[in-house]
Nanobody
């Protein structure tokens, strides 16, 4: 059983930056593909970014390419999401998730989820 705890959310003005962290415990972190998802009010949870087990491969949804960077530190059992040039449409609850099998953009493929952290971008 893997426990995931996100942190780093908050209120920021458009154009600003935030760095989300997700600390994992209870499992072998390096075995998991890690992903970030977000869910805005009234919308479905959507894929944001993912990173391979060793960190050598990353994946992004088109709307965040060039602005967000996912990274991981397997020694610290932590995955990060650096978010720059934030826009009001990025406002959402951000979740990290762990997938034991293979990369996927589908929330249903992920085995473990954190509780989420709120990101609010004001215009």
């Amino acid at each position: 059983q893997v426990q995931l705890v996100e942190s780093g959310g908050g209120l920021v003005q458009a154009g600003g930056s935030l760095r989300l962290s997700c600390a994992a415990s209870g499992g072998i972190f390096s075995l998991y593909i890690m992903g970030w998802f977000r869910q805005a009010p009234g919308k479905e949870r959507e894929f944001v970014a993912a990173i391979s087990r060793g960190g050598g491969s990353t994946y992004y949804t088109d709307s965040v390419k060039g602005r967000f960077t996912i990274s991981r530190d397997n020694a610290k059992n932590t995955v990060y999401l650096q978010m720059n040039n934030l826009k009001p449409e990025d406002t959402a609850v951000f979740y990290c998730a762990a997938d034991l099998r293979a990369f996927s953009r589908l929330p249903g493929s992920y085995d473990y989820w954190g509780q989420g952290t709120q990101v609010t971008v004001s215009s």
